[in-house]
């Protein structure tokens, strides 16, 4: 059974950066699609970003083309999201999510996922 755990939240200024971290175990096959959600107060959970552990292939919400980057190390099983530029409206619970399925872009735009971590906060305020 595949076990994240999110890392790197906190609290943050307007127009500041946040790195977070995923880290994977229990990965049994190589085609794995991880990638990052978040939930606000009141919302629903939206695909943030999300990517193909194999080939590299990404997907990235509207809300975050060109502020969030994320990459991954397969060697360390370990997803990153950097977040720059941050807005207020990207206050929220991160989670990140890993499917055997393929593609990483269904995974994010149904939000739905096999595995899950526990989440980790993200508040940007001054």
């Known amino acids: 059974q595949v076990q994240l755990v999110e890392s790197g939240g906190g609290l943050v200024q307007p127009g500041g950066s946040l790195r977070l971290s995923c880290v994977g175990s229990g990965f049994t096959r190589h085609y794995y699609a991880i990638g990052w959600f978040r939930q606000a107060p009141g919302k629903e959970r939206e695909g943030v970003s999300c990517?193909?552990?194999?080939?590299?292939?990404?997907y990235y919400a509207d809300s975050v083309k060109g502020r969030f980057t994320i990459s991954r190390d397969n060697a360390k099983n370990t997803v990153y999201l950097q977040m720059d530029s941050l807005k207020p409206e990207d206050t929220a619970v991160y989670y990140c999510?890993?499917?055997?399925?393929?593609?990483?872009?269904?995974?994010?735009?149904?939000?739905?996922?096999?595995?899950w971590g526990q989440g980790t906060q993200v508040t940007v305020s001054s």
């Open positions: 999510a890993a499917d055997p399925n393929p593609p990483a872009q269904i995974m994010c735009i149904t939000s739905e996922a096999e595995s």
């Open positions: 990517i193909q552990r194999t080939d590299g292939d990404t």
